[in-house]
């Protein structure tokens, strides 16, 4: 793929790590997806999610750029299970806490270098275009940026709906649960399966 990805022109090389950051997240990228959707959750106001999803891409943002640099790296079989124990951690916390605690964007920023390690890992897989190093490095994240907002637009369309039944608390509930359990059995599946 690399060499035909070096034989492009730069806008092709834009296009093609755009797609592919996007389609990481949807549809490949349940445990993103699902990390998104926990996030939403207790977001009552799209401010309070605006800080989180600022957090968690600033944080990503670095650790892909220092992974695919070669100046981070952790193996995939410790950063998997990383990245589920953080979907399984949030969607516990939004059990506790009916409200998105204060301390939270804190908490998802450093989630967020954690998943950065695991989109690094997809491109180290993928590989960067050479000669289009940075404009390639950019476009797959603002890839997985369109993705997490697609799944936010999507969430919101969604939450007119349930909020006007009066279920926002049963489906952040609900929601919760099933993400947690979603996220601890990846953990055991990542480190023991």
């Given at each position: 793929?690399?060499?035909?990805?070096?034989?492009?022109?730069?806008?092709d090389v834009i296009a093609l790590y755009l797609e592919l950051g996007f389609i990481h997240i949807?549809?490949?990228?349940?445990?993103?997806?699902?990390?998104?959707?926990?996030?939403?959750?207790?977001?009552?106001?799209?401010?309070?999610?605006?800080?989180?999803?600022?957090?968690?891409?600033?944080?990503?943002?670095?650790?892909?750029?220092?992974?695919?640099?070669?100046?981070?790296?952790?193996?995939?079989?410790?950063?998997?299970?990383?990245?589920?124990?953080?979907?399984?951690?949030?969607a516990i916390e939004n059990l506790v806490f009916k409200d998105m605690p204060r301390w939270r964007?804190?908490?998802?920023?450093?989630?967020?270098?954690?998943?950065?390690?695991?989109?690094?890992?997809?491109?180290?897989?993928?590989?960067?275009?050479?000669?289009?190093?940075?404009?390639?490095?950019?476009?797959?994240?603002?890839?997985?940026?369109?993705?997490?907002?697609a799944i936010i637009a999507a969430l919101i369309i969604l939450r007119l709906g349930y909020h006007?039944?009066?279920?926002?608390?049963?489906?952040?509930?609900?929601?919760?649960?099933?993400?947690?359990?979603?996220?601890?059995?990846?953990?055991?599946?990542?480190?023991?399966?």
């Amino acid at each position: 793929m690399l060499e035909a990805v070096n034989e492009q022109t730069l806008w092709d090389v834009i296009a093609l790590y755009l797609e592919l950051g996007f389609i990481h997240i949807l549809p490949r990228g349940l445990d993103h997806i699902l990390f998104v959707i926990a996030l939403f959750l207790t977001s009552a106001r799209i401010r309070d999610l605006v800080w989180q999803i600022s957090a968690f891409t600033l944080a990503h943002t670095i650790t892909l750029g220092l992974a695919t640099t070669g100046h981070v790296s952790l193996p995939g079989s410790i950063v998997e299970p990383l990245i589920a124990l953080t979907i399984a951690f949030v969607a516990i916390e939004n059990l506790v806490f009916k409200d998105m605690p204060r301390w939270r964007p804190a908490m998802i920023f450093a989630f967020g270098l954690i998943h950065g390690l695991g989109f690094a890992g997809v491109l180290g897989e993928l590989g960067l275009a050479e000669q289009n190093f940075i404009a390639s490095l950019i476009s797959f994240n603002i890839g997985v940026e369109l993705g997490q907002l697609a799944i936010i637009a999507a969430l919101i369309i969604l939450r007119l709906g349930y909020h006007r039944l009066g279920l926002d608390d049963a489906v952040r509930r609900a929601g919760s649960v099933l993400i947690g359990l979603a996220g601890i059995w990846w953990a055991v599946e990542r480190v023991f399966l």
